[in-house]
């Protein structure tokens, strides 16, 4: 089958499994994934499937991505910050659809690939860096939109005060593998609104830089 043909059937399954916006769809699409993964697996690209990246981090299963991205509710206003940039396939897809994107990373050899993948592709709206994404960007802060993309065993403090007022977070939450759940985090004036949207299984976030 040929990459082109595999993209449809996954764009088809992501269809099927309850992805309905047409921007999440249409960047999904023109990312080639198989960019974004090592040569032993580049046969596995567009199966809905995770994938491992180094450094026990993955490359997330598409519907995960697609579902992430859809529950920010994004528009091509928004600034927005992602906790985990890993190998920059989910920060593309999050700049094809808002105003400006700020990713974190905390190993240095991911961030560094990230980094070349989003000037290969001439992303323009990517501002990345090394760091504890635990911490958030407080000097950007606020953020209309932020999203976590490693397991906490609760939102962590930092990147809650760092959202705007109005503004929705969306973040795997739980310590044990089998009992996360990706969360809506939406905050108001008084607080903060938290949704369940679908059970989950993410590696962990850690703070602080490797050692």
């Known amino acids: 089958m040929s990459i082109h043909a595999e993209k449809i059937r996954l764009l088809m399954e992501l269809r099927r499994q309850g992805i309905t916006d047409t921007s999440v769809l249409a960047a999904i699409e023109t990312i080639p994934r198989e960019n974004f993964v090592s040569e032993s697996f580049q046969d596995q690209a567009y199966d809905n499937i995770a994938l491992p990246i180094g450094y026990s981090q993955t490359l997330s299963q598409p519907y995960i991505v697609a579902l992430m991205s859809e529950a ?95 503004g929705v977070m969306v973040a795997p939450i739980g310590e044990d593998t089998s009992a996360q759940w990706l969360i809506r985090v939406t905050r108001t004036e008084s607080g903060f609104n938290v949704e369940e949207l679908e059970k989950v299984r993410f590696v962990p976030l850690i703070p602080g830089l490797p050692e």
């Open 72 to 166: 920010l509710q994004l528009s091509d206003r928004m600034k927005v910050l992602e906790v985990g940039t890993g190998s920059g396939y989910q920060a593309l897809v999050l700049a094809k659809l808002c105003r400006r994107l700020y990713t974190i990373e905390r190993y240095k050899p991911l961030f560094e690939q990230a980094e070349q993948r989003f000037h290969d592709f001439r992303q323009s709206n990517i501002v990345c860096r090394c760091g504890d994404g635990t911490l958030g960007w407080p000097e950007q802060a606020p953020f209309d939109r932020i999203m976590i993309t490693a397991a906490a065993a609760d939102v962590p403090p930092e990147l809650a005060d760092q959202l705007a007022i109005g």
